[in-house]
C-alpha cells in the first residue's frame, strides 16, 4: 500500500510526546526517530514502537573515524530497527565497515542508509560554505554511486535527485526521501522539495513527511489528508 511508503519523524523532545503522537495515527507503519528523541529517551522508545509492531528508521547519521562508526552499527544492531543512517561523507572506509557489520550479522532486518547531502542544503550553501566545486546534483549521485559500491543499502536525498539516482543506482537501492511536502502544506526550512506523488512517480522508496502532519492541528486529518493525495 502507498501509505506504507510514509515515514513520519517523531520529532518531539521526550517520551510521553512519543507515545501520543504514536497514539494519534495509529494508521501510520513507520516511524523516524532521530537525534533529538534519541537522545531524549534511549531505547524505550524503540522499544516500545516494537511492542506495537511498528517499523523504525533510526536516523543518527554515523559520521566518525571507521572503527567508530563501525563500533555505533555494530551497537545499533541490538536494536533491530528496519534503517539505519551515517553520512556518505564519512568516507570510503567508514561506509565500508559499517556494511560489512551488517552482512557478518546474517539475518539481522537493518538495512543502511547513505546520506548524499541534507536537503537543508542548497547549491548556493554547498559551493561556497562548505567549498564543493561541483553541482549540487553530481554531488549527491557521487556520494550515493560510493555509498552503494561500498555495500550499502539505500541513500537519502532530496527527491529532486531521485530519478537520477534511480537510474543510476538501479531498483534494489532504496531511496529514502525528507523534503517532502503536500501541495497545501509550508516549505519551511527544507530548500529542496517535492509534493509526496511527485517524489514517488520519480522512484523513491519511502517518504518522510514530519511538520505538514505532526504540527497539524488535527495530525489524523492531516495523515488522512497526505494519503489521499498520493493515491490520487
Not at 522499544?47 to 572503527?67: A, M, R, S, V
Not at 537493518?110 to 554531488?139: G, H, M, W
Request: with cysteine; hydrophobic share 45%; proline share 6%.
Amino acid at each position: 500500500m502507498l501509505k506504507d511508503k510514509i515515514i513520519v519523524p517523531l520529532d518531539v523532545p521526550d517520551f510521553d510526546n512519543a507515545i501520543a503522537l504514536v497514539k494519534k495515527l495509529p494508521e501510520v507503519n513507520f516511524w523516524k526517530v532521530g537525534l533529538e528523541l534519541f537522545v531524549a529517551t534511549g531505547a524505550d522508545i524503540l522499544k516500545y514502537l516494537k511492542d506495537e509492531n511498528k517499523q523504525i528508521f533510526l536516523d543518527l547519521k554515523f559520521h566518525d573515524i571507521p572503527n567508530t562508526v563501525k563500533g555505533a552499527t555494530q551497537s545499533a544492531l541490538k536494536y533491530e530497527v528496519d534503517l539505519l543512517t551515517l553520512h556518505a561523507v564519512a568516507g570510503r572506509d567508514a561506509l565500508t565497515a559499517a556494511s560489512e557489520v551488517i552482512k557478518n550479522a546474517g539475518a539481522s532486518p537493518t538495512k543502511l542508509l547513505a546520506i548524499t547531502i541534507l536537503t537543508s542544503i542548497n547549491s548556493r550553501q554547498l559551493a561556497f560554505d562548505l567549498k564543493v566545486p561541483i553541482e549540487l546534483p553530481e554531488y549527491a549521485l557521487s556520494n550515493a554511486f560510493m555509498a552503494q559500491e561500498c555495500g550499502i543499502d539505500g541513500a537519502v536525498c532530496s527527491p529532486h535527485e531521485v530519478a537520477q539516482l534511480r537510474n543510476i543506482c538501479g531498483d534494489d537501492f532504496l531511496l529514502v526521501c525528507p523534503g517532502v511536502r503536500p501541495t497545501w502544506a509550508a516549505k519551511g526550512d527544507q530548500k529542496r522539495i517535492m509534493t509526496p506523488q511527485q517524489a514517488l512517480q520519480q522512484g523513491a522508496s519511502y517518504l518522510v513527511i514530519g511538520r505538514p502532519i505532526i504540527q497539524a492541528e488535527n495530525p489524523q486529518q492531516a495523515w488522512e489528508k497526505i494519503v489521499e493525495e498520493i493515491n490520487e
